[in-house]
């Protein structure tokens, strides 16, 4: 078995990468849209609004599990775009990323359709609404609530995303924090859950083109028809556009305010060891200072 | 003390990983089916569906903690069949883990029936019965929503498992997320949460034949009678054939997408050390890549 | 400051040990009864069964930080008397400890009272009751459900604390599931979690002598009287019995299962290095066995 | 771009530490007071009790990471006055970071109402208040229970920091516990979701002068008026007074119960290596004391 799959090997790497973007959206977006399908078909029942949040924070968890020692699992297309930006990514990728990453989403979505089909049929008495109190357009992509305008829609989209990009590079940045690699994907989707948590109520916390476009279209294609881009006033192109600037602005606030400022490291070299610049915190809470200096 | 107990000291490795085994499971559902118990006959009062959902992640993690030294901690038919399939476990060993993990589940099942017996014989009034307002197997084993067909609860757990395999897989793939070795009992834990959230409402997130078939055969024998085998329409086999066709799946899957296409590691140690794999996602973040190449 | 400090210093190994178990006991009494305050003097609108559960269980972690450095972080008579009879505790030591765990306890239920006098006031009217709509005595210590015989009661007591003792054991197991140390105080707050959640609806696990009666003293001295100890049929004596008898058979069920079975660590140093032990898992799902043994 | 960003450098390292106090202050607020605004707003569909809390830990959790490696993450001006006490740091940087710390709250709480200002329009109808069924001050700053009288609000605020900093110090005390730095985000985080599990209720756990009065600030100026500053009895000074008490109480009791106890490292390091004053625990749950000595 293991020698026949060895026959399927790629050696490609951009095939490959696409291949674990495409596969971490799909994750993500199975648990977190199955857990909103969970809440919606069973009215509140085996469910609530804070299992939908944890559902979305550890989809992102497992999501970059799978796919981060192949792509980075950045996941999401804004993520991508700052990461271009900032010169840590090839430009030339952004495109492959960027329709791996819709083309997971929309996958996942027709499987937690598939999954939830009975329960859909029974919950909506067999009608695909995008509006209404049996809506289930709901379960894959974002709408806005009633009470939202869209520059308030912007808003909230621009401040959540920004929120994910600064605390993803606080997270990331080893002269700040030096988190180990494997507990950062758990520390994203904490990320993820609080964001959900503290900016979830205004229009359902998109933050992410792909995830909320590729759902979408499917949704088109299944039968909710083109409500699902009338709805809202027209709220499709919002998660779409406002997180990609929320991203760059996150981006140049962390940079500006943190990572720019960090000693670079030959002044850093020469007065310490790099560890050191991690220990602040460590030293004042133990209040060994003295002791450190005295060879022991 | 420590002395006498040596005296029993077993050193046949078959036996040790089935009792091993056997006290995994029990400890899995130990306290998922407790947590059911504490739901159903407290009637949401002292726990809610999230609850059931942490009783189940929290037993598989404590479940493995228990027993992964020296079994390895499959706690799932359908895990050792996948691993048997991919030539990681030998088919040898694959009926005495089966039937020691079914024996977990059903001696756990008499043990939390034991410690709810007054709770159950007060919500029930004392009438011990599988369908009903009053109907208390659902504390032992699963049985699909109303609504839920055949077909659809097939496809239900053929998801969830293969959903399951391909998170655990990549959790176990050092070659993509390298997580030490004590901290896969708590994310596999979480993977479990995860689906319980996504994933639960259609008919309670088996996955594991060994998990329902056992105590369904002790609700059988307990008092609640061939009910339980009739129920959702014969429903019991589902949860024991379909489990084994998702693990299958989701190592297909995984395999296919991510962990066949690793490069080798002959090629690997050419060009870089090991660890690099992983690095991407650090690097791009720290944006420290030139950094690194310099010899500091 | 500092220097102040210092000629406070003890340098006695048993009153450290007695002190820290004293402060243990206290933080976890502190945030585990103040949460069932929150929750009893709020009538559940700040609060739910689930966050007396993160309260006891979080309780746990931080007395065990707060402590283990110094005494090991028993916390627990029954976990004492368990590693006395194991011979890993000095039998000396062990009243010691008993009389400052339950002190600890006796005096965090006293700032529980303090901290929440008004709310109770408010609650009840200024009426300390035992039982009755507005009964408040359940804030400190644990009581039994009504349907609960006290046979059903010693046998709830008994299959909890084994279960927390037969987690913890495994947890420490270097030979099982070698976590570090800094993790131990989580994943034990984690079991405690975990039981509550399964495990709380009869009598509100205790699986702790000092944790129930030292808060059921302080209630009795601060104006709930007598009841506190008549209520229940009498119930006070089961939460000091049962947990010693569930610790022990805990431990021997561990003992028995997994632990006297590790291969000593002479004929596993001929045969392996000593991690390998705890291989078997990352292994499989790896399925790297082959590359291993080839030289790199 | 990282070339332009590194233009903006500052190498000043008390404007670096201040940047970072404000921004990690705000992230805190961002994310807890955002938690509370989408509970409020929604009346409870979209979080809970429960959700708060956790947006506060995970706001502290997020706030010390993005801040620690180059502020210490204070984030609390009564923790910065604790840690100055001790001689663990300069009193001449108190007031710097006490006034980045209350700006960074003052600019979170504006931008939460950037956020939601369709939210508490429609909630509110556009009538901002203090007190009264569509009261909305609360979102932003901490008023009393009714109940609650003024010295029952400094106890419980005394109590919650004494808590706060009791388990802090406990953390970061290396001889203790010795936590990986990378953790102790994610557990001073779990220590304020214990604490507003525990000691919610009385007063809204703000433990933390800048949290409260940053906040309180922008509401008086931004339409609520000076009944910010009435409510409750003129509460305001209570959490910027108690807190600041309650800092001193909790690590007095530390140093007294633990901390000053540990064997200075010199008679430390004749006995044993470091490593062996955190073993105690782990030592009696592997029962290995003796296999220890041996040479292996």
Redesign the interface.
């Given at each position: 078995?293991?020698r026949l799959?060895?026959k399927?090997?790629?050696?490609n790497q951009l095939i490959?990468e696409c291949?674990?973007e495409?596969?971490g959206v799909y994750?993500l977006i199975?648990?977190?849209?199955?857990?909103v399908?969970?809440v919606v078909?069973?009215e509140d029942?085996?469910?609530?609004?804070?299992?939908i949040?944890?559902?979305f924070a550890?989809?992102v968890?497992?999501g970059?599990?799978?796919?981060?020692?192949?792509?980075?699992?950045h996941l999401n297309p804004a993520v991508s775009l700052s990461?271009c930006?900032?010169?840590?990514?090839s430009w030339m990728k952004l495109p492959f990323y960027i329709f791996f990453q819709v083309l997971g989403a929309f996958l996942a979505a027709a499987?937690v359709a598939?999954?939830?089909?009975?329960?859909i049929?029974?919950y909506s008495g067999g009608d695909l609404t995008v509006t209404g109190p049996k809506a289930t357009a709901g379960i894959f992509c974002t709408y806005p609530?009633?009470?939202?305008?869209v520059w308030?829609g912007i808003?909230?989209q621009v401040?959540?995303t920004a929120?994910l990009l600064?605390?993803?590079?606080?997270?990331?940045?080893?002269?700040?924090?030096?988190?180990?690699?494997?507990?950062?994907?758990?520390?994203v989707g904490?990320?993820v859950?609080?964001?959900g948590?503290?900016?979830?109520?205004?229009s359902g916390y998109a933050l992410n083109p792909a995830r909320d476009f590729g759902p979408r279209l499917f949704t088109y294609i299944a039968g909710w028809g083109a409500d699902v881009f009338k709805a809202g006033s027209g709220w499709w192109w919002v998660p779409i556009v406002a997180p990609c600037v929320g991203a760059l602005l996150g981006t140049l606030?962390?940079?500006?305010?943190?990572?720019?400022?960090?000693?670079s490291?030959q002044s850093e070299?020469q007065a310490s060891c790099p560890e050191n610049?991690?220990?602040?915190?460590?030293?004042?809470?133990?209040?060994?200072?003295a002791?450190r200096e005295k060879p022991?």
């Open positions: 078995m293991e799959l060895k399927c090997q790629i050696r490959r291949m674990a495409c596969l994750v199975l648990f977190g849209c199955g857990s399908a969970q078909t069973t029942k085996k469910g609530q609004y804070l299992s949040n944890l559902g550890l989809g968890t497992f970059v599990f799978v796919s981060r020692g192949v792509s980075g699992a990461l930006v900032l010169g840590r990514h499987t598939l999954q939830y089909y009975d329960a049929q029974a609530a009633d009470y939202l305008s308030g808003v909230d401040i959540g929120a600064l605390c993803v590079l606080a997270l990331g940045d080893q002269r700040n924090s030096s988190i180990p690699h494997y507990l950062q994907p758990v520390l904490a990320v859950l609080v964001i948590i503290s900016m979830g109520s205004n606030i962390y940079e500006l305010m943190v990572e720019v400022h960090h000693p490291e070299s610049t991690n220990d602040k915190m460590g030293v004042e809470l133990e209040g060994v200072e002791d022991t």
